[in-house]
């Protein structure tokens, strides 16, 4: 059978010459504008089986159903922290405690990568003091537990129960680090069935009565997603502030958007701020790893990837489109609730400390970021 050969100035869509309009993300395709262009896309997805496993319920919902208001009003929640060398780890914690409703119901899973013991004895009593332990110490719940964390390949990682296992602590070398999505998949293996997920770093701040706000707002999500994610990237905070100190109230909340797509052909995720709060969470498209709050199914239907090592740049729209394509919607804060601190000058990366590992296994994850996004250059398609 003869091939039809179509001129490079075709139209993708529906076959016209002289196709003026060429697709801004591979430069190749060419449409005769943005009719044709969406009849592409539709046939696109059609072919390679984009849709959603899940749909969202809608709406037109006149509230979230009963069986979720107990768990997201009342659950327990557990909090994946991961800090390479990061001397801001014990302040953030002592602000994720301090401004909380109800520090009671919170619990961490934290990986350490660095030298040394992450908290010191005075950060281990304050925060035992914030999270009321003080009579608890007296009947012994205080003691420390031990476990191990089964790996793949039947390695076996040790994490330690600090103050009753209210914190749950792997530690490892600087050295032994691989980027935050292996050490955020290791966090999230210290979960222990708590019914609410909250993700952060381990350089934040936090408005007061976080907790509840975060809790009202992601039931008002649930009124209209069977799976809601409250997320967003956080205003900065300026290095040194205390664990208490006091955000401006007239700050408002971000708005995660696109950015640009770097030399590696990966989204960079940027946030706007608004002008003024929302009288309700809003639906957002990109997802942020720093604060991610949700019902902890989401660690069963969508766990961190353990083979994106040394990745940073794609983490975020990675776990965006595998969210989506689970039947996660996320939203937007309709009033900030956390504070980020964006510089990195005060402290070790591990992108510098290990270049030349970084380099390798980078973009190594890279292409496997692109083979899931369906992405990438020309040239990772040979």
Not at 175 to 200: F, N, V
Request: net charge neutral; proline share 7%; aromatic share 10%.
């Amino acid at each position: 059978m003869a091939t039809t050969l179509l001129r490079a100035d075709s139209c993708g869509a529906c076959g016209s010459l002289g196709a003026e309009f060429c697709c801004s993300r591979c430069k190749a395709a060419r449409f005769c504008g943005p009719e044709c262009f969406r009849k592409a896309w539709k046939m696109h997805k059609a072919q390679c089986g984009i849709k959603r496993s899940v749909p969202t319920s809608g709406s037109s919902s006149p509230g979230p159903p009963a069986t979720l208001q107990s768990p997201i009003l009342e659950g327990r929640i557990f909090v994946s922290i991961v800090a390479y060398c990061d001397p801001e780890l014990p302040t953030t914690l002592r602000a994720l405690l301090s401004c909380a409703v109800q520090p009671q119901l919170l619990s961490v899973g934290l990986i350490w990568q660095g030298e040394g013991e992450p908290l010191r004895e005075s950060d281990l009593q304050h925060l035992s003091q914030l999270w009321g332990l003080d009579k608890a110490r007296a009947v012994g719940e205080n003691e420390n537990k031990r476990g191990k964390l089964s790996l793949p390949a039947g390695h076996d990682l040790q994490w330690e129960g600090l103050l009753g296992g209210r914190i749950r602590l792997v530690r490892m070398p600087a050295e032994d680090a691989r980027g935050p999505c292996w050490a955020r998949y290791l966090a999230q293996l210290l979960w222990q069935g708590e019914e609410l997920y909250l993700q952060i770093d381990s350089h934040m701040r936090f408005v007061p009565e976080w907790d509840r706000h975060a809790r009202e707002q992601l039931l008002s999500c649930a009124a209209r997603s069977a799976k809601p994610v409250l997320c967003s990237y956080g205003r900065g905070y300026p290095l040194g502030v205390p664990h208490d100190w006091m955000p401006p109230s007239e700050l408002t909340p971000c708005l995660n958007c696109a950015g640009f797509f770097d030399d590696n052909d990966v989204l960079n995720i940027r946030y706007r701020t608004l002008n003024q709060d929302w009288p309700q969470p809003q639906q957002s498209f990109f997802w942020s790893a720093h604060f991610s709050f949700s019902s902890s199914e989401i660690l069963r239907d969508v766990p961190y990837d353990p083979q994106l090592l040394m990745l940073f740049y794609g983490e975020e729209i990675l776990m965006t489109v595998r969210l989506f394509t689970h039947g996660w919607d996320l939203f937007s804060p309709s009033r900030g609730l956390v504070f980020h601190l964006w510089e990195r000058e005060y402290r070790r990366v591990y992108m510098l400390d290990m270049r030349k590992l970084y380099a390798e296994l980078a973009h190594a994850s890279r292409r496997r970021m692109h083979t899931l996004l369906n992405s990438g250059p020309a040239p990772f398609f040979e």
